[in-house]
């Protein structure tokens, strides 16, 4: 079983619908992330959560929001989904012992907003 | 703030051939983290290699190699002896502070596509 791991996989939904992705861990890491992929932009982060009370926006959160529900899960919300918002999104885990600052990725969810 | 690019959309490259794949950085601060991962047609991002600012050695990992140039600010991966399995996008990424207790983030590079052609 993956240690991240996303629902739903994959998803198509119609403009102005409320959307709710899932992100659950094992790995009792502290820090969780939201990612989204766009072709030719690469990853861009959305939200980060360094613990349960600890909620901070990236750098493209507007029309999204999150919540920290336990130490090991992370949910992205898209109050109102728009056709911009059709990405490849990725929850990734972080250990602050790690003195890297490497991400652990889930397996990815993919949205599609008609 | 932190920067990466990746200047090569997609390469083609022959079986058994090696592979650079390119990427330069740019920052201000000393301390800095720089990643490669790979992401397969699957859609995973799988972590290959990591070289820290101040490691004195370019890091390994199996076929894998990253051509750290401190003063190019450059950070190119490079595959050995590339295999079909090899086909997939790579990512270049740099670790960035999010705040000044130190927080930390992955900004990526826009990603080379890699095909191996047999």
């Known amino acids: 079983d993956a240690d991240v791991t996303q629902t739903p996989r994959n998803r198509i939904t119609k403009t102005g619908k409320r959307i709710m992705l899932e992100c659950s861990q094992t790995?009792?890491?502290?820090?969780m992330y939201w990612y989204r992929q766009d072709p030719g932009l690469g990853l861009r982060l959305i939200y980060y959560?360094?613990?349960?009370?600890?909620?901070n926006k990236g750098e493209i959160s507007d029309g999204y929001s999150v919540s920290r529900q336990a130490q090991a899960k992370f949910s992205l919300s898209l109050e109102s989904a728009i056709p911009n918002q059709t990405a490849l999104y990725f929850c990734?885990?972080?250990?602050?012992?790690?003195?890297?600052?490497?991400?652990?990725f889930g397996e990815g969810s993919r949205l599609t907003v008609l | 703030a932190q920067k990466i690019t990746q200047t090569q959309p997609g390469m083609f490259v022959q079986e058994k051939e090696a592979v650079t794949l390119d990427c330069t950085y740019d920052?201000?601060?000393?301390?800095?983290?720089l990643f490669w991962y790979k992401q397969p047609s699957s859609g995973e991002m799988i972590f290959l290699i990591y070289?820290?600012?101040?490691?004195?050695q370019n890091a390994t990992e199996g076929r894998y190699s990253l051509n750290f140039q401190k003063a190019r600010k450059s950070a190119n991966l490079v595959i050995s002896a590339s295999q079909l399995g090899d086909s997939a996008m790579y990512f270049c990424?740099?670790?960035?502070?999010?705040?000044?207790?130190?927080?930390?983030?992955?900004?990526f590079g826009q990603g080379t596509r890699l095909t191996i052609n047999p």
């Open positions: 070289q820290g600012s101040y490691d004195q």
């Open positions: 959560s360094f613990d349960v009370k600890d909620i």
């Open positions: 920052t201000s601060d000393p301390s800095y983290g």
């Open positions: 990424a740099m670790r960035d502070y999010l705040d000044i207790q130190g927080a930390q983030k992955l900004v």
């Open positions: 790995k009792g890491h502290d820090r």
């Open positions: 990734a885990t972080s250990n602050a012992r790690l003195n890297t600052g490497e991400l652990f």
